[in-house]
């Protein structure tokens, strides 16, 4: 999707948005992918409609001049925004990050967030662009897939516990390399990634109830409260606390 963006350094940032106009109507036409364009300052001076429309407006005019901490649920915002503020201020690339998003009236979704810090021709940081692609089925057509299937069960029955790479592949008969390569294609998650989706996928609906979150984190298969608690931050950039406390009033009744 970045390869949308022009190949050489615009040599300012309304230069680059102009130069996006006349593809403007089919950032629109991606129902599953988040696509922005911030300036120096975190906020949003393109927008797609998907994004819009997961921050409760109808057009994505509403966003401008907005930072995520100021469109997104409590919490969830200042998260985003702090990861921008580093791609900015470190000139970072971030790939293949997988996230959980919180959206208002619907349930907790993954998706894979990539970011690029814009640069002009004398390679100073002009703003930054950024997609977050929700992860969609796997490729049930992919002649791997029934091999693979039998490795998303297994983690998913046995996530309350710690798995071992070997044990993946000894169910998928395949190499490490091998299963890395085709859980790549047909998940779009590595196995490891698998495990922390499924783990917090239980996660996210056990702290929707009334359970200590010590006992969750032993449902979801961490040695402990504080263990839980950093892995969960990495992912959503709330601890588990906050992300319950962060759950809309209606949740429960609407979900």
């Known amino acids: 999707m970045l390869s949308l963006l022009p ?5 300012d940032l309304p230069t680059l948005l102009a130069s996006l ?9 991606l129902p599953e992918v988040v696509l922005f364009i911030k300036d120096t300052n975190a906020r949003y001076n393109l927008a797609n409609r998907t994004l819009a429309e997961r921050c409760g407006h109808n057009h994505p005019d509403a966003l401008i001049g907005l930072t995520a901490e100021q469109v997104f649920p409590t919490g969830f915002g200042a998260q985003y925004t702090d990861q921008d503020h580093r791609v900015l201020s470190q000139g970072l690339l971030l790939q293949d990050q997988l996230e959980l998003h919180l959206y208002p009236g619907r349930q907790p979704g ?16 002009i703003g930054m662009a950024g997609v977050s692609i929700d992860l969609r089925a796997p490729e049930a057509n992919n002649p791997a897939y029934l091999k693979l299937a039998a490795v998303d069960a297994y983690i998913r029955a046995n996530h309350s ?7 993946l592949t000894a169910i998928a008969g ?3 390399a091998q299963l890395e390569r ?8 590595t196995p490891r990634q698998m495990i ?14 009334a359970l200590p979150i010590t006992e969750i984190a032993l449902r979801c298969g961490y040695a402990d409260h504080s263990a839980f608690s950093r892995q969960f931050r990495a992912l959503t950039g709330l601890s588990p606390r906050a992300y319950r406390n962060a759950l809309p009033p209606h949740h429960r009744a609407t979900w």
């Open 182 to 189: 085709l859980c790549k294609r047909v998940f779009r998650l």
């Open 196 to 209: 922390h989706k499924a783990r917090l996928d239980t996660a996210t609906q056990l702290l929707d109830g």
């Open 161 to 167: 516990r710690s798995i071992r790479l070997s044990e």
């Open 21 to 29: 106009k006349l593809i403007a109507p089919l950032l629109d036409a």
């Open 110 to 125: 993954w998706c894979m967030t990539h970011k690029l810090a814009l640069r002009d021709p004398e390679n100073r940081i």
């Open 174 to 176: 395949l190499s490490a």
């Open 7 to 11: 190949t050489d350094p615009p040599k």
